[in-house]
C-alpha cells in the first residue's frame, strides 16, 4: 500500500514539476534588475554610515525613504541589493545563503572605506545577515527589525519545503487586503522560491550561534503585531549578545517591515537617535 501512495506521490510531483517549468512566473530578462530596486549609496559625513539590508526576496527598495531621511542628517547610507534579488524568483535559486553573506560583507567593505564608524542593520532575514556580519567583524553599531530567530509559523515553512518537493518550485505571496497598497505593491518578489526555504533556515541557524559573539551596541526591533516572527526572538537576541549597551523597541501594531507602515516616521526617529548616539 505505501509503495502505491509513494508511487502515486513520485509521479505526481514529477507532472507538476514539468508543469511550473514549462509555466513559470518569469520576467523579461533573468539578470536584468527591475527598475526600483537597484543598491544605493548616499555618500555623506566620513564619521558614520550605515549600512541596510534588505529581506528574503525583497530589494534595496525598501529603505529608499529611511535612507533619504538618514542621508539628509548627514549619515552616510548603502543598502545593498543581495545576489539573487531584484531580478526574478528563478534567478535566486541559482543562489544560496553563503552568497547572501558574501553580498552583505561586500556592501561592508564598501562603507568602511568611506566611514569610520559603520552600523550594519537589516529588517527581516536581513537583520539575521547582520548579526553575522557584526559577529564576524568590527561594527560600532547594530540594528534588527523583526529579525526571525524564531518564527511563529514553522509547520507553514515544512509545508513550503515539502510543496517543493513534491509539487512546486514557486509559490505566490498572499498579503492580507487591509495592507496598505504600498505594501501589497512594492518591489519584491511575487512568488517565493522555494527551493531558496532551506537556505532560508540556515541563514536563521548560522545567525542564532552568531548573536553570542555581537559585542557591538544593538537597537532591537519588532512590531507587536508582527504575523511572522515570534516575540521570542527578540528577547534570545537581547539577552545573548554580548553587547553592554542593548535596547529593544517596540513598534505599536505596525507590518513586519514596519519600515514602510504609516507611522514609519516614529522607526525613522529611534533609529537616528541610535546612530547619533555611538
Known amino acids: 500500500m505505501w509503495t502505491e501512495v509513494l508511487g502515486i506521490l513520485v509521479g505526481y510531483s514529477l507532472l507538476n514539476k514539468l508543469k511550473f517549468m514549462i509555466k513559470k512566473p518569469g520576467y523579461k530578462k533573468l539578470t536584468e534588475v527591475i527598475p526600483g530596486a537597484e543598491s544605493f549609496f ?12 534588505h529581506g528574503f526576496t525583497s530589494t534595496a527598495k525598501d529603505y529608499v525613504p529611511l535612507g533619504k531621511y538618514l542621508a539628509d542628517k548627514n549619515i552616510s547610507v548603502h543598502a545593498i541589493l543581495l545576489k539573487g534579488h531584484g531580478t526574478c524568483p528563478e534567478n535566486m535559486t541559482t543562489t544560496n545563503v553563503y552568497d547572501w553573506i558574501k553580498s552583505a560583507e561586500e556592501g561592508l567593505k564598501k562603507l568602511k572605506k568611506h566611514c569610520k564608524k559603520v552600523v ?7 537583520g539575521n545577515l547582520a548579526l553575522i556580519l557584526a559577529s564576524k567583524y568590527k561594527v560600532d553599531g547594530v540594528i534588527t527589525m523583526g529579525t526571525p530567530v524564531r518564527v511563529k509559523r514553522k509547520t507553514i515553512t515544512w509545508i513550503l519545503f515539502l510543496m517543493n518537493y513534491f509539487f512546486l518550485n514557486f509559490k505566490k505571496k498572499w ?18 522560491p522555494l527551493g531558496c526555504i532551506l537556505d532560508l533556515g540556515k541563514g536563521v541557524k548560522i545567525s542564532r550561534k552568531a548573536v553570542k559573539k555581537v559585542k557591538a551596541p544593538i537597537l532591537i526591533m519588532q512590531s507587536t503585531t508582527d504575523f511572522l516572527v515570534d516575540e521570542r526572538s527578540v528577547d534570545y537576541i537581547f539577552h ?34 541610535f546612530i547619533k548616539n555611538i
Open 240 to 273: 545573548n549578545v554580548k553587547s553592554k549597551h542593548k535596547k529593544v523597541y517596540w513598534f505599536k501594531n505596525g507590518y513586519h517591515v514596519f519600515i514602510m507602515d504609516k507611522n514609519k516616521h516614529i522607526a525613522f526617529r529611534e533609529i537616528y537617535d
Open 175 to 192: 498579503y492580507h487586503k487591509g495592507l496598505a497598497k504600498k505594501i501589497r505593491e512594492r518591489i519584491t518578489y511575487k512568488h517565493i
Open 120 to 126: 550594519v542593520a537589516g529588517d527581516s532575514f536581513g
Open 42 to 53: 548616499h555618500k555623506k559625513s566620513k564619521e558614520k554610515g550605515i549600512l541596510f539590508i
